[in-house]
């Protein structure tokens, strides 16, 4: 089970060091919860953290925009995000850094109430997003555009995290919401419709990615890759079928998601490689940033945002 407390900061262990007492605490700051955060589950379940020398605290904060400020602030150590909330920061003035890649491309779902048909038909609408001009937001304009919906014919509301936008699509206060596994898989099971998949609009767009500050992670190389270790040893583990049963039983009974849908869920997750984060992709992420923002500065190159060597062979 996780741990939710928010510590004040005045009593934050937030990066100790390792010493003969214990194994090293980190901090780990994430927006939401889904079947994209399984291998973290099984890390956490069979114990590979702590044989790692690990005590890993997971914070769930249900907002991108908390998250980010706990990340950049020291709050956290470590974060799971969208890799253009790390490119929009650095940008801004902060020491993110990108040192890993946590999920596939962008596995979430347009979904919408019931008897809606296309994406067409939202003109006029409200659609629940966690933050309007990142993350998924940026995909979903991009989604709109193609069907000739511009800024203004929608209102995009900042909703929060993928329980927040399920609540607010089964409340009524939005119209359709972007989400992800299970939070799609079951509002379609209930008659809600499901308009377009991030992942097949853009196939070579990348997933989320594992960031922390440049100072920290130059001041906890051993730590940080020792999580990344865990992490790649937690997801092949979930690729092994005679683990099935025992993965299934790992995830929490919060993700309220049928029997059938997680077993669907594990089978996808199983046939595909661990993520990986590329110099490509990242440029496709900074042409995003930059048509979101504005900017007419030049583009900077992918190394500004990201260091694959901070986890070593593993990232």
């Known amino acids: 089970m996780f741990l939710y407390a928010l510590h004040a900061l005045a009593s ?9 007492g214990g194994p090293a605490h980190v901090e780990l700051g994430l927006i939401s919860e889904g079947t994209n955060t399984w291998p973290l589950y099984v890390a956490r379940s069979l114990g590979l953290f702590a044989r790692a020398g690990l005590d890993v605290e997971v914070n769930v904060v249900g907002s991108s925009v908390k998250q980010q ?4 602030g020291g709050r956290f150590d470590i974060g799971f995000q969208q890799p253009d909330h790390v490119v929009r920061a650095v940008e801004q003035g902060s020491d993110l850094v990108i040192f890993a890649a946590q ?3 962008p596995d979430v779902t347009l979904v919408a109430a019931p008897g809606a048909s296309a994406i067409g038909g939202l003109r006029g609408k409200t659609i629940g997003v966690d933050g309007a001009r990142t993350g998924y937001s940026l995909l979903l304009r991009r989604l709109l555009a193609r069907e000739g919906i511009v800024e203004g014919d929608v209102v995009l509301k900042e909703i929060g995290g993928s329980q927040e936008r399920f609540d607010a699509i089964r409340n009524g206060e939005a119209a359709a919401c972007m989400l992800n596994a299970p939070f799609d898989a079951n509002l379609m099971a209930a008659g809600y419709a499901g308009l377009a998949r991030m ?8 997933g989320s990615v594992m960031a922390a500050r440049r100072s920290w992670a130059d001041a906890h190389r051993r730590e940080l890759a020792a999580f990344v ?14 683990h099935a049963a025992q993965a299934l039983e790992m995830l929490p009974q919060r993700l ?6 997680a077993a669907a869920a594990l089978e996808q997750l199983a046939s595909r490689p661990r993520p990986q984060i590329t110099a490509e992709g990242m440029l496709q992420v900074i042409e995003t940033v930059w048509a979101a923002e504005g900017y007419t500065r030049p583009k900077s190159s992918p190394e500004k945002y990201m260091d694959l060597s901070y986890a070593g062979r593993h990232s």
């Open 12 to 20: 934050c262990r937030c990066g100790a060091a390792p010493g003969a």
């Open 69 to 72: 400020q706990g990340l950049i």
């Open 103 to 105: 999920g596939h491309a």
């Open 199 to 206: 992942s097949e609009a853009f196939p070579t767009y990348p």
């Open 229 to 242: 270790r865990v992490m790649a040893e937690a997801h092949a583990w979930l690729r092994q079928p005679e």
């Open 256 to 261: 309220a998601i049928a029997p059938r849908a």
